[in-house]
């Protein structure tokens, strides 16, 4: 009877030393595995925030030492709002490669050309245009109060984008840029621009063309500044320039932009589509809970389908 007790606790004891044996290598696997996706989601995020420096060297024009942008106090209406740049970069949202439409677009955050929204009117267009099968790049340019500078930087990172399209698997010639109310500004600027010579070429990236293959503007502003609120005279449209996108509304203090602007467009034959509803106001991306906010998207995305 005592040795089947002893051989019954044997039994027990190896059972248990076994079941431990298989609970701590259940243990190592599964961490193993979680380690595997912590990788591949740290791999994934970091693909998606690759960041291109536009100029290697000396900034043209900057007289202020290259710094990381500062992110400032004021996160109101839940927005990110970056200023102080003196080392412009382009981020990088790649397409998925299942539906990667071979078109990238520049996307330019507004902010009055004092700081840049980057999340509302960057970061959140960039995921939206990379499920429709666009590579996005969302462009930090200088700020504050840097215009020229600005549209240096626009036009580097168009000529880098179509320099490296191959990386994002892109046709260097199917390159576009959009932007929102100062990013607008800069959008046009660059579309009627392109044949501006801006800077003293660095590489040869330099030596291709600075003409977006599209342009698109949502609330654009500062497009109206001459007198009896006509087209700013700096915005000369031709026969090159490229096809256009506007979408405004009537109660935008800016909402004039983008009438005189299809109206330049129009004059000189240049394929433009605009949208103009009345009620919607102003800054407001892509975010819900307003009617112009929802509906820009849906028209958008059918004309990029279109093009």
């Not at 900034?59 to 290259?66: H, N, T």
């Amino acid at each position: 009877m005592r040795q089947r007790i002893k051989d019954t606790r044997d039994d027990y004891s190896l059972l248990s030393v076994t079941l431990r044996m298989l609970l701590n290598k259940a243990c190592v696997i599964s961490f193993f595995y979680i380690f595997l996706m912590m990788i591949g989601l740290n791999t994934e995020i970091q693909a998606q925030q690759q960041v291109i420096h536009l100029w290697p060297g000396t900034v043209p024009g900057e007289v202020d030492a290259k710094q990381a942008a500062v992110v400032t106090a004021d996160s109101s209406g839940g927005v990110k709002r970056l200023t102080d740049i003196t080392d412009p970069v382009l981020e990088v949202f790649p397409a998925p490669a299942k539906n990667n439409t071979g078109v990238g677009v520049i996307v330019c955050p507004g902010g009055a050309y004092n700081i840049l929204a980057v999340d509302l009117e960057g970061y959140e267009i960039a995921h939206w245009l990379n499920k429709l099968g666009y590579t996005a790049f969302v462009l930090q340019y200088r700020v504050p109060k840097k215009r020229e500078g600005a549209l240096q930087d626009a036009q580097r990172a168009i000529r880098i984008v179509r320099s490296r399209a191959a990386e994002w698997g892109l046709q260097p010639e199917n390159v576009g840029m959009m932007g929102f109310s100062a990013g607008g500004s800069l959008t046009a600027r660059a579309a009627t621009g392109y044949n501006v010579h801006t800077y003293t070429p660095i590489d040869s990236a330099d030596m291709l063309s600075a003409r977006p293959a599209f342009g698109v503007l949502i609330y654009p502003a500062y497009l109206d500044r001459a007198p009896e609120r006509r087209l700013t005279p700096e915005l000369k449209p031709d026969r090159y320039t490229p096809p256009m996108f506007l979408f405004a509304t009537a109660d935008d203090p800016y909402g004039n932009s983008a009438l005189v602007m299809a109206g330049a467009l129009r004059d000189a034959n240049v394929p433009a589509e605009l949208h103009f509803y009345a009620t919607g106001g102003h800054g407001y991306g892509l975010r819900p809970g307003n009617t112009a906010a929802e509906a820009w998207p849906v028209l958008l995305a059918e004309w990029l389908r279109r093009r």
